[in-house]
């Protein structure tokens, strides 16, 4: 018989076994290839300040669709592919769905709190729920489609009083039809605060979360530094965003009790979640769950329709294309609606690549691994980021020939050719934090694309006898926009006039 000091040493001899091999077979994979760091500080000084993709993509083309850099010793890794994106953040959600701590961004500035920056766990999980009930399909989506169609329909107003306003109209209808569904809030037609708030806090979000713009973030120990020590400006920038932050999350949510108080509050995402016996943690959850769907959709919806419009300008022949589908199918007695969608696959296709031609959020935003994994042989320790070049994805020309011309046709399959990948399917991310807002924002481009197609031309500028040329350029930062251009915006004819000034009021 064999006594328990035997076991003992029997179960001790196989844990040290199975323990080696686990310690060999991953010293045996190593880290995803990558530019040679420095000691200490690793690839510090390799990491782009600006126009990060570009360096992603060489670095891709250089060592492979998955490398690895290493900033002091926080191990990231590049994505530039969207076969292994899906095969890693989707297939293996549970593992590589949790988001960087960003100390400027998150913590000090107080992003952490919106699911765009939420740590994976149980909040993460009810936010899902909570957007997926309102807005996560589209057939739940047609509930707010009059909304769209109504708000871009002032938006037409305003751009056929005011066209050089352009990137000011596109802004506050942006932000008019967010609010009417996360708040029931219409907003003013001018200097809306609502409005001003949110543009001004996903502006400085952008800045908060930019990778590289702040030490703090390499070493989180500096967010202990007191404000008023040398070289803390960071401390008292923080501070100012953060209480721009709080305003935007907590006035629209007491506008929505004050009108359930009075009876008058109209339908929306946050008046249909909230009542009296909910607990103080539901509604937390419910109120920055509808800041996130505002401050998420907003401002990333303005840069695709703005970049619509220079499209157009730059484009005419696609417009001329776009305006003869439209005129074939709803005719020029109304306005183009949601219900002719399905009827216009040149104006389908051509939102399409209005994502891809202009990648509104060029990076992504990382995600985090919990746990040791090894992908394609490769090791991915615990607390790795991964960052996915989705601008480089979406300009690969072994999918997208020729990709810097603006081109729907790409999206419509011939008998000669396949249509080419859904930009959709990388643009609004990966897995588990794939953009909730999905359906909002491809809605808002349509309808904004077909119903500015039915009743503008879009040209270049004249000024002076010279043809202003416009510039595909884009600002830095976690969302990126067309830089400022000029365009010249018309009526098509004066029953495109009549339409705008007409129908729906």
Known sequence: MVDINSIDVLCAFLGVFILSKLVRRTRRALLPPGPKGYPLVGNVLDMPSKQEWVTFTKWGQQYGKICSI???????????????????LDKKSPIYSDRPVLQMGGNLVGWKNTFVLLPYGDRFRRFRRLFHGIIGSRAS???????????THKFLRRVLAKPADLAEHIRHTAGAVILRISHGYEVKENNDPFVDLADKATYQ????????????????????????????????????????????????HNFVKRSMSAGIAPISFTSSLLDKNI???????????????????????????????????????????????IDSVVGNDRLPTFQDRQYLPYVDALAKEVFRWNVVVPNGV?????????????????????????????????????????????????????????????????????????????????????????????????ENGVVLEPVHENTDGTISHPKPYKCSIKPRSEKAVSLIQVEGQ
């Open 70 to 88: 290493k900033i002091f010793s926080q191990p990231i890794v590049i994505l530039n592919s969207a076969k292994i994106a899906n095969d890693m």
């Open 141 to 151: 989506m047609k509930q707010f489609f009059h909304i769209e169609e109504l708000e």
């Open 205 to 252: 979000f952008s800045l908060a979360t930019a990778p590289g713009a702040w030490l703090v973030d390499v070493l989180p120990i500096l967010r202990h530094v007191p404000s008023w020590f040398p070289g803390a400006g960071f401390k008292r920038t923080a501070k100012e965003w953060a209480a721009t932050l709080s305003e935007m999350v907590d006035h629209p």
């Open 279 to 325: 607990d103080p943690e539901e509604e937390f959850d419910i109120k920055w769950s509808a800041a996130s769907l505002y401050s998420g959709g907003a401002d990333t919806t303005v840069s695709a329709i703005y970049s619509f419009f220079l499209a157009m300008a730059l484009n005419p022949e696609v417009m001329k294309k776009a305006q003869a589908e």
């Open 366 to 462: 990382a995600h985090r691994s919990i746990k040791d994994d090894i992908h394609d042989g490769y090791f991915i320790p615990k607390g790795t980021l991964v960052i996915v070049n989705i601008r480089g994805l979406l300009y690969d020309s072994e999918v997208y020939p020729d990709p810097h011309k603006f081109n729907p046709e790409r999206f419509i399959a011939t008998e000669n050719k396949p249509a080419e990948a859904d930009p959709r399917n990388v643009c609004f991310g990966f897995g588990r934090r794939i953009c909730p807002g999905l359906h909002l924002a491809d809605a808002s481009v349509f309808i904004s694309c077909a119903m500015s197609l039915a009743v503008f031309d879009v040209s270049k500028s004249v």
